[in-house]
């Protein structure tokens, strides 16, 4: 089972996801539109991986999940952004997507983090 939390604020975009990750194999989703509410949603149920874009309403991307990260410990985060060189702090990413990105680059980003999570 793979739970994966979103943090996407365009809606067409997270639903994109969510389909292409379905299909690799993800079994449940939470989609954020807010740094506020990515935190409380992973608080809420810990997800096994993240994707997150970096400019979300009312916040950051890499905030969210550093957030996140800080609370329950390393979680394997993909960046999916047109935004690639504002995404700081991102260091610790699987990978950072850029949009328009891809089914397989997103699969092989996916295969990667579900494979380093510490809650498979």
Do not use: Q
């Not at 943090?7 to 389909?19: G, K, S």
């Amino acid at each position: 089972m793979c739970h994966v939390l979103v943090i996407e604020d365009e809606p067409l975009v997270a639903e994109i996801i969510c389909d292409f990750l379905t299909c690799e194999g993800a079994s449940s989703f939470d989609v954020a539109e807010s740094e506020a509410e990515a935190v409380r949603m992973a608080d809420a149920r810990l997800p096994t991986l993240i994707t997150s874009d970096v400019r979300i309403k009312n916040g950051r991307g890499p905030h969210a999940v550093e957030a996140i990260r800080a609370t329950h410990g390393e979680l394997p985060t993909i960046f999916i952004t047109a935004l690639a060189d504002e995404c700081v702090p991102c260091d610790h990413a699987v990978a950072i997507l850029t949009k328009p990105f891809s089914y397989a680059d997103l699969a092989t980003a996916f295969s990667r983090a579900w494979a380093v999570s510490p809650n498979p």
